[in-house]
């Protein structure tokens, strides 16, 4: 099924041919926050035959999703990236809905700071479970949207939830140990009318929502004793970080205050229930002086790299510290845990030699045989590196520029004071330059530079004060992607050091399946411990957190998306050690590494005529696939689904650089963002104009219809001969090998596959040399019993299927 979201206008057609009403409901007609998915649905059934558009005009251009429910509903999502007022317009054949336009007010601001608290409702359940630390609870309301929910001990001594219902009628309490549901369960609960949360009905009071100081404790009062049960959040956005507070008078009322370090507007918003409460969001004046931040800037200049050419050998030099990959001191990063891969331009992947150098220093080696943009995929623990997968051309370089600096590491996510923070930066296929880099926040940074000498360097950091702090790389005197960087500096995390987790699956989860984990304290002083989720896609999801004995907390979420999920968990705003922790959702997980582009309108094109290009995403499993036309003129960005994978279209009105942003499961492709020069008539706008599709991609893979005309193949199973260890013994997390010669066997294909006791092989790779010998390597992570079948064309060889001891 291919589902496309588009920039306005959004068009598509009802086939329905019942009589009715078109209607619209959701809190994105209303209002909406800049830098969060705005959310409607739009109700078609029974509406009969027409054509249903979508337009949102605004201060902002915003990229905008559809999903259709397949019951006579779509859920439509825009992400607005300027405050102001956004006027949503939905016709049916050609005519307004009722209540069209619908007019949004959509607040500003970043950073932004949260808190949460509120009333639940609890609710004893008849177990008779003692131990709850593996146990894990779900709700689903009679609606059948289920999420996670609470338990704990009651003061009766009892185990309990605590939900927040937000639905009348019967719940069923889901209460799981390792997965397996225990007796009694599903729980019934029956909720009422006066249990529900009514945002209408808080009441929020004081100085703090009107005005306040930098530098200062700014406080309101916040009243749900009239409510119900729901859960409060509230966010402050504005010039600075605002440290925010909620003190529960344990009586339905909190005193919430907050700290901002700059003056300036703030904008503050206010839930009940998922529901803004009564006059919020709320604009506050902040006065005061504003604080004084220190730059500090480096300059380098790149030389061009040599070009490498067909049967060389081929370096990635990488320097991957624990942090670099979120993780803390004494962790560390093994060369057991790194592989790596490299893809030609026709598509072949092979496996390149990792090679562990001295600190953290790793050396990815391939020899291309053929010339052309490569991608190189590193992946640590199975999961791309920060930066992976990488484009790497054998042959001249060509279309360099700002645009193909490529910068990441955790140094440019957070830091901590007094401490080095790191991050790479990626100048091989940008050409010769100036690099410049920029730190700026309350301190004076330390910044060391080193230059790789192979088209890569590393930048580490110090500061002594924490704060927000800002990150600006240039290549030639222009931005490169996503700079400039915003990074929080903590102070020095201190007990969050003792923190650690356990149970923490990192494999084999599956959407809308609780996930849950402990947190232990492992002695440390109490604190404020938060955890949140982020998705592929790049949305952010608080989790459930809740104290199940002292010292001991149970962290639970339930993932929304597959692919790579980053749970980060911090305790007094620190981040404990390893966070954020990578996970991944989904048995089969979308690489971008896999992901190939192609095509003219990448790199050229002319004004009103139609430029295309194709994303190949064969192999490349299911996930989100995202692009984005950025340049001087308005254009009309269509997808279509193509035997290989996603053919796009647009067509420029005005002359320029056009910027073709490709994401997959939220990474870059290799190669993006391509740049292509547009040429002809035309009067650009005045500034830069952004079309976007997101394309919920199915899995696709080769076909061999095209080759049916094909004559048979004559070929001899019983004349391949096999040789090598890897045919009876294998070690864990160590490259396993063995030969196949088909020299004598006649002309076919090989096929080789391997399973063991909780399924396939984690790595396999075929590599073919001059005279038909084959080389086979393979990866295994877990220890048992292995079944490994090689065939040659539709029959077994001699032996096989072989029998492997994995130890």
Excluded at 174 to 189: D, E, H, L
Excluded at 439 to 467: I, L, N, Q
Excluded at 717 to 737: D, I
């Amino acid at each position: 099924m291919l589902k496309i979201s588009v920039r306005s206008p959004f068009q598509f057609h009802v086939d329905a041919v019942n009589s009715g009403f078109v209607t619209a409901y959701g809190p994105g007609l209303s209002h909406g926050t800049v830098g969060v998915p705005a959310e409607f649905t739009i109700v078609t059934k029974d509406a009969g035959a027409g054509g249903l558009s979508l337009a949102i005009e605004g201060p902002s251009k915003t990229e905008i999703k559809c999903k259709d429910n397949e019951d006579g509903t779509c859920t439509v999502t825009y992400l607005p990236t300027a405050p102001g007022e956004y006027n949503i317009t939905v016709k049916f054949a050609d005519k307004n809905i009722s209540g069209s336009p619908f007019v949004a007010k959509v607040t500003a601001g970043e950073p932004k700071q949260k808190a949460q608290i509120g009333r639940s409702s609890e609710v004893s359940l008849k177990i008779t479970e003692t131990d709850i630390t593996n146990l894990t609870a779900s709700i689903r309301s009679p609606s059948g949207q289920e999420e996670p929910c609470m338990l704990k001990r009651l003061p009766n001594g009892h185990l309990g939830i605590s939900f927040t219902p937000r639905e009348t009628g019967e719940h069923l309490v889901n209460v799981y140990r390792n997965g397996q549901p225990i007796a009694n369960s599903p729980f019934k609960i029956n909720v009422g009318e006066t249990e529900l949360g009514n945002a209408s009905k808080v009441k929020v009071y004081g100085k703090g929502l009107q005005e306040g100081m930098a530098n200062e404790v700014n406080e309101f009062i916040v009243d749900t004793r009239e409510a119900g049960y729901g859960g409060l959040s509230l966010s402050i956005e504005g010039p600075s970080k605002a440290d925010i507070e909620c003190h529960d008078n344990e009586d339905g009322t909190c005193r919430v205050t907050y700290k901002p370090t700059e003056p300036g507007t703030y904008i503050i918003n206010i839930k009940f229930a998922d529901e803004h409460v009564p006059g919020s969001p709320f604009k506050v004046a902040i006065g005061g002086e504003p604080s004084e931040r220190v730059i500090e800037r480096i300059m380098r200049h790149r030389e061009a790299v040599d070009v490498t050419h067909v049967g060389s050998e081929c370096e990635l030099s990488l320097k991957i510290p624990a942090s670099f990959l979120g993780y803390q001191p004494p962790t560390g990063t093994s060369p057991f845990d790194m592989t790596a891969s490299v893809t030609s331009p026709n598509g072949v992947t092979e496996l390149c030699d990792v090679v562990s150098l001295d600190d953290c220093h790793y050396s990815i080696k391939f020899v291309p045989k053929e010339m052309g943009i490569h991608t190189v995929s590193v992946k640590h623990k199975d999961m791309h590196i920060p930066g992976s997968p990488f484009q790497f051309t054998v042959g001249p370089i060509a279309g360099g520029g700002a645009h193909k600096v490529h910068a990441a590491g955790l140094g440019l996510v957070r830091g901590e004071v007094v401490q080095p923070n790191e991050f790479n930066i990626y100048t091989r296929e940008a050409g010769a330059g100036g690099l410049s880099i920029a730190v700026e926040g309350p301190s004076k940074a330390e910044v060391d530079f080193e230059d790789r000498k192979d088209g890569s360097c590393g930048v580490t950091y110090v500061v002594t004060e924490p704060g927000e702090y800002m990150v600006s790389i240039k290549f030639n005197d222009e931005h490169i992607p996503d700079s400039p960087f915003r990074v929080p500096i903590t102070p020095s995390i201190g007990d969050a050091r003792k923190i650690s987790v356990q149970a923490l699956q990192s494999k084999g989860l599956q959407i809308g399946k609780p996930c849950s984990f402990v947190v232990n304290f492992n002695g440390a002083p109490k604190g404020k411990l938060q955890a949140r989720v982020v998705s592929p896609s790049g949305s952010e999801d608080e989790a459930l957190v809740q104290e199940i004995d002292e010292g001991e907390y149970a962290v639970r979420f339930i993932p929304k998306e597959n692919g790579p999920h980053l749970v980060y968990i911090s305790f007094d705003g620190c981040q404990i050690p390893d966070s954020p922790f990578r996970i991944q959702v989904g048995t089969v997980h979308a690489d971008p590494g896999m992901v190939q582009a192609y095509g003219d309108g990448l790199r050229t094109g002319k004004t009103d005529e139609i430029a295309k290009f194709i994303v190949n995403t064969v192999n490349a499993g299911s996930g989100a696939l995202s692009v984005t036309v950025e340049g001087p003129s308005k254009v009309k960005l269509e997808c279509r689904e193509v035997e290989d994978g996603y053919e796009f279209t647009y067509k420029p009105s005005a002359p320029g650089d056009y910027l073709i942003t490709i994401k997959y499961a939220g990474t870059n492709i290799a190669g993006s963002p391509y740049k292509a020069r547009i040429e002809g008539q035309g009067k650009p706008t005045g500034f830069q104009e952004q079309a976007s599709v997101v394309v919920e991609t199915v899995t696709k893979t080769s076909s061999m219809s095209k080759f049916a005309s094909f004559p048979p193949f004559k070929s001899d199973a019983s004349k391949v001969t096999v040789e090598g260890n890897g045919l009876k013994k294998g070690y864990r997390n160590k490259q396993c090998t063995f030969n196949v010669d088909t020299s004598q066997a006649g002309h076919n294909m090989l096929f080789i596959g391997m399973i063991g006791p909780k399924g396939p092989c984690e790595e396999l790779c075929v590599k073919h040399y001059p005279g038909n010998p084959y080389k086979i390597n393979y990866l295994v992570k877990e220890r048992g019993d292995y079944m490994l079948a090689v065939k040659w064309g539709d029959e077994h060889i001699p032996g096989s299927p072989f029998y492997v001891k994995v130890e």
